[in-house]
Structure formats: C-alpha cells, structure tokens
C-alpha cells in the first residue's frame, strides 16, 4: 500500500511538471524533459524496491534477534577470567621460585667447588713444602699468598714474547 502510494505521488508531481513545462516548449525539448524525468523516476522507483526487498530479507533476523532472550553473563565472564588469570599467576610464581631455588644450588654448588678448589691449592703448596720446593711458610701467608700467585701467572702469560719479538 506504502508503495502503490508512492508511486502516484510520483506521478502526480510528473503531471504537474509537465504541464507547467508544456505550453512553453518545443517537442524535442518536452521529449527530453519527459525522458530525463523517467529515469529520475525509475531510479526512485528502483531505489525504493531495493529497499523493500532489504527489509524483507533482514525481517527474520529481526524477528529471530527480538525472540532471544538477552541474559547477562558478563559477571560469570569476569569470574572465568578471574579464575584463569589467578591460575597463570600462580604457575609463573611456582616457576620463578623453581628458577630461584635452581640458581641457589647452582651458586652452592659453585661455592663449594671454589672451597675445594682452595683446600686443593693449599694441600699442593703443602705437599710441595713438604718436598722443598717451597720455603716453609706460616698458614696465615699462604691463603694470602694464593691469589698473588694466580694473578702474576696471568701477568706473566701476557708479558711472554711471541715469535716475531725478539
């Protein structure tokens, strides 16, 4: 009914057009002016059928859409999100203690290596008292005396002279 309407208001404002325009012109002009006035009015025509057959398709979803029942979950949403976010946050703190507690062993494990390490260098220099290799010594001087000797190895390696240093 919207469309029979439309389309004789249409009809009627080209009527009123024509007959204003039609006492003052020639007939190749009126043709032209009629002509120029139907495709504006195919085009409206046109426009309108596209959207009656829009609105027809989109019918169902509306009526699909207005049959759903529009709950509230966002508070289950949040507390899923919750739970999940507790969950990863006590997984990374299970895990960075696993790290800290590896790096202490890791950091006992070196220390007593570097105490080994240190009794071994001193039952050497012992032994080597013992041989006379080394003049005796009292304890207190040799635990000094160890890194003095590591550090002038060192010095020593890099004062050597290569083969084209002569």
């Given at each position: 009914s919207q469309i029979c309407e439309?389309?004789?208001?249409?009809?009627?404002?080209?009527?009123?057009?024509?007959?204003?325009?039609?006492?003052?012109?020639t007939s190749e002009e009126y043709r032209n002016m009629l002509k120029e006035q139907y495709k504006k009015d195919l085009r409206e025509?046109?426009?309108f059928i596209e959207k009656v057959q829009e609105l027809k398709k989109q019918?169902?979803?509306?009526?699909?859409?207005?049959?759903?029942?529009v709950e509230d979950d966002s508070d289950d949403w949040i507390e899923k999100l919750n739970?999940?976010?507790?969950?990863m946050d006590a997984?990374?703190?299970?895990?960075?203690?696993a790290?800290?507690?590896?790096?202490?062993?890791?950091?006992?494990?070196?220390s007593e290596a570097e105490l080994?390490?240190?009794?071994?260098q001193q039952l050497l220099l012992e032994m080597?008292?013992?041989m006379g290799l080394l003049p005796p010594e009292e304890p207190a001087n040799i635990v000094a005396e160890v890194p003095e000797k590591e550090e002038n190895i060192v010095e020593k390696t890099e004062e050597k002279p290569l083969f084209g240093d002569f």
């Open positions: 439309n389309l004789r208001s249409l009809s009627a404002k080209i009527c009123v057009n024509l007959n204003r325009y039609f006492y003052t012109m025509r046109k426009q019918e169902p979803l509306l009526k699909a859409i207005q049959g759903l029942k739970q999940q976010t507790a969950f997984k990374t703190e299970l895990a960075a203690d790290v800290k507690e590896q790096q202490n062993k890791q950091e006992q494990v070196h080994q390490k240190m009794a071994a080597k008292r013992q």
